[in-house]
């Protein structure tokens, strides 16, 4: 079973250097999210991506936090309060927002934690509306002194393949720096 990120590292999350020289917030706008849309940022941990999303998709957007781990979300509500956020305690592959809700979900390094990656995914695929988008952000399969365990890791290619398979048309891939690679897609 992959480990879960503890939550006793959890300023590790909200470091503001966490994706170089770009923010939460120029990140999601640049990948195509927009005032109003329904967003779902799930593995959300305590919100690095969360408020960035509410102020983005303002007061007639949602923002979706979803994470298995209760003491995610407990960190999320001290931190993060504001009308448009939902926060979501989830299964390992349930998620309990319906069918077709989500216009854009995001995935930032919760991937290569998914027990079982396929049904992960379909469970995605099953809250976003059709073109709804997914971006993928996860490790480079490298050895580094940071991040998840080397064995744990999701090779970018595997992690593409896993992507189509599970329902989504590949709209880009790219290095999003040296550690971590992006994956954009959009539900069939």
Same mark, same amino acid.
């Given at each position: 079973?992959?480990?879960?990120?503890?939550?006793?590292?959890?300023?590790?999350?909200?470091?503001?250097?966490?994706?170089?020289?770009?923010?939460?917030?120029?990140?999601?706008?640049?990948?195509?999210?927009?005032?109003?849309?329904?967003?779902?940022? /799930?593995?959300?941990?305590?919100?690095?991506?969360?408020?960035?999303?509410?102020?983005?998709?303002?007061?007639?957007? /949602?923002?979706?936090?979803?994470?298995?781990?209760?003491?995610?979300?407990?960190?999320?509500?001290?931190?993060?309060?504001?009308?448009?956020?939902?926060?979501?305690?989830?299964?390992?592959?349930? /998620?309990?927002?319906?069918?077709?809700?989500?216009?854009?979900?995001?995935?930032?390094?919760?991937?290569?934690?998914?027990?079982?990656?396929?049904?992960?995914?379909?469970?995605?695929?099953?809250?976003?509306?059709?073109?709804?988008?997914?971006?993928?952000?996860?490790?480079?399969?490298?050895?580094?002194?940071?991040?998840?365990?080397?064995?744990?890791?999701?090779?970018?290619?595997?992690?593409?393949?896993?992507?189509?398979?599970?329902?989504?048309?590949?709209?880009?891939?790219?290095?999003?720096?040296?550690?971590?690679?992006?994956?954009?897609?959009?539900?069939?």
């Amino acid at each position: 079973m992959p480990h879960k990120f503890s939550p006793r590292n959890i300023e590790r999350l909200l470091r503001n250097d966490r994706l170089g020289g770009i923010t939460a917030q120029g990140l999601l706008e640049e990948a195509g999210l927009k005032k109003g849309m329904v967003f779902a940022d /799930i593995g959300c941990g305590p919100g690095f991506f969360v408020l960035p999303a509410s102020r983005i998709v303002g007061e007639s957007g /949602i923002v979706y936090a979803v994470d298995t781990q209760e003491e995610m979300l407990a960190e999320l509500k001290k931190r993060a309060f504001s009308p448009n956020i939902v926060p979501v305690k989830s299964g390992e592959n349930t /998620i309990p927002v319906d069918d077709g809700k989500v216009d854009f979900a995001l995935l930032a390094y919760v991937l290569h934690e998914a027990e079982s990656k396929p049904l992960f995914l379909g469970e995605v695929k099953r809250i976003l509306k059709d073109g709804g988008k997914v971006l993928v952000l996860d490790w480079e399969k490298k050895e580094e002194d940071h991040g998840p365990p080397f064995e744990e890791r999701v090779p970018r290619l595997e992690a593409v393949g896993l992507v189509k398979d599970g329902g989504f048309d590949i709209s880009g891939i790219s290095s999003f720096n040296p550690s971590h690679y992006r994956i954009e897609a959009l539900k069939k």
